[in-house]
């Protein structure tokens, strides 16, 4: 063997689902903040731009 015995293998294998799973998390959190702040320019930029056509109708 290459000085792993199966506890030692099994050990790693737990702390990398443990980093991906931990890494995905914070991904997704990052991804929905990003989203939201996204949406809400939108809605910003959608109100303007109504604000502005009521003001040029007026």
């Known amino acids: 063997m290459n ?3 199966i ?3 099994l050990l790693a294998v ?3 689902v443990i ?3 931990s890494l ?3 991904m997704r959190r990052r991804r929905d903040q990003l989203v939201g702040e996204v949406q809400q320019q939108l809605a910003a930029a959608k109100q303007k731009a109504a604000q502005a056509k009521k ?3 007026a």
């Open 3 to 5: 000085g792993l015995d």
């Open 7 to 9: 506890w030692d293998t």
């Open 14 to 16: 737990a702390a990398a």
């Open 19 to 21: 980093a991906v799973s």
């Open 24 to 26: 995905v998390t914070l």
């Open 55 to 57: 003001k040029g109708a």
